[in-house]
């Protein structure tokens, strides 16, 4: 099996590269990554020697690149990590997010069609689905329900999953969906809530929470959300599409809270900031379809996935002090510095 891998150098790609080289050892994985700000090959070094491993530099929006890749490696399936992934990026500056997360996945799907696959999965969102009211705890995603997004990232995604069922339909390109929630772990770009948090708590620096952090998200430990992939790819049903969640709901005030108390570090930190712009109140993945279907189950529980994320941070410093010691800067001062 020859499987091209795009976003590879990111957090959830990179872990799903060791999740399949070390599970399949007869398949060859090539990484597709333009490595933007969120890429880092170092990420890949562990495998960089690996001789069932390639890694290409190109964006998947540009087709003759792409092309070339296909004619090369002759893939039997392609999995789509590749995107800008940070909602707050999206409301600064939208069009990168269309470019990549929805002329990219047409690209990708017209060089399946051209040179044949056996399988295109994109890599979704369950931030598709919109948000769900706090007050009503009964309701969840399921597959059915519409699509309603909040914010430009979300609608590139939404964009994104549309053009992929209408290949299908279309073209009869053979194509699944996975709509995951919030995945935490290990090479998560301290961009994000958690991985941000734990590198402010490491530095004593102020923890911004938006508004009063009461919003929800579903958490899933990265290696949970690679497995379910792994497992849709290889059983799940053409033209489907599969929600993944952790059954883990948590307030983001409860999580920073929890990292202070992991760290030893004084609550104090937590600083209020300005609320991010549309935020979705609650997100919340009912997965029943993954488990009927194809046995899936989360397997880490949160309790033990932060603490072993934690431990990653302390462990990997040089990675992330990297990071949030270039470019990053920059960016850091223009969301939070004045406020
Ligand atoms: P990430 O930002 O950590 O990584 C994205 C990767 O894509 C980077 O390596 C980047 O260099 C690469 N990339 C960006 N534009 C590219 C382009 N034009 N061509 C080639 N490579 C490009 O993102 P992530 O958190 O690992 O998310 C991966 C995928 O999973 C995304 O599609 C995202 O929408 C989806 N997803 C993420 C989460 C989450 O909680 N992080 C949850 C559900 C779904
Ligand atoms: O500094 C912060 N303070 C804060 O309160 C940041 C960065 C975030 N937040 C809040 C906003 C959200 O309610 O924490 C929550 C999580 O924020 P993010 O880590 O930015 O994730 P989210 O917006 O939920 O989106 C993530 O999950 C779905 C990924 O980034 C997406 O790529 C994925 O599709």
């Known amino acids: 099996m020859n499987i091209i891998v795009t976003g590879g150098a990111g957090f959830i790609g990179s872990n799903f590269i060791f999740h399949m080289l070390k599970k399949y050892p007869d398949y060859r994985i090539v990484c597709l990554d333009c490595l933007t700000y969120a890429g880092n090959l170092s990420t890949l070094a562990p495998v960089m020697d690996n001789p069932n491993f390639r890694f290409v530099k190109e964006s998947i929006t540009d087709r003759e690149a792409v092309y070339k890749l296909f004619e090369e490696e002759h893939p039997d399936i392609v999995v789509n990590f590749a995107a800008e992934s940070h909602v707050d990026r999206s409301i600064e500056n939208p069009e990168v997010f269309l470019d990549t ?4 996945t047409a690209v990708l ?18 931030e598709v689905y919109g948000d769900l009211p706090l007050d009503r705890p009964d309701l969840f995603f399921t597959e059915e329900t519409p699509i309603h997004t ?16 209408a290949y299908h339909r279309t073209y009869g390109l053979p194509v699944t969906i996975s709509r995951c929630s919030n995945n935490y772990g290990p090479y998560h770009f301290p961009e994000k809530l958690i991985p941000l948090m ?7 620096k102020p923890l911004p929470v938006y508004g009063e952090g009461l919003n929800v998200r579903d958490w899933l430990y990265v290696e949970d959300h690679c497995k379910a992939i792994d497992l849709i790819i290889h059983k799940g049903r053409v033209g489907e599409v599969y929600n993944i969640g952790g059954h883990n709901e948590m307030k983001n005030i409860d999580i920073v809270k929890l990292i202070c ?20 109140m609650r997100y919340a993945i009912d997965p029943t379809k993954i488990h009927n279907e194809l046995g899936w189950l989360p397997e880490t529980k949160f309790a033990d996935g932060i603490k072993k994320t934690i431990k990653w941070y302390l462990e990997n410093r040089e990675w992330w002090e990297t990071i949030i010691s270039g470019e990053y800067q920059n960016y ?8």
């Open 101 to 104: 997360n929805i002329k990219g």
């Open 261 to 280: 108390k992991e760290l030893g570090k004084p609550e104090s930190l937590i600083t209020h900031v300005t609320d991010r712009k549309g935020h979705d």
């Open 109 to 126: 799907m017209d060089a399946c069609r051209k040179y044949g696959i056996t399988r295109y999965h994109q890599v979704s969102t369950d």
């Open 198 to 204: 734990i590198a402010n708590a490491l530095n004593d």
């Open 150 to 165: 909040s914010s430009p990232y979300s609608s590139s995604k939404a964009g994104a999953d549309l053009l992929v069922l």
């Open 332 to 339: 850091y001062e223009k969301m939070y510095g004045d406020r």
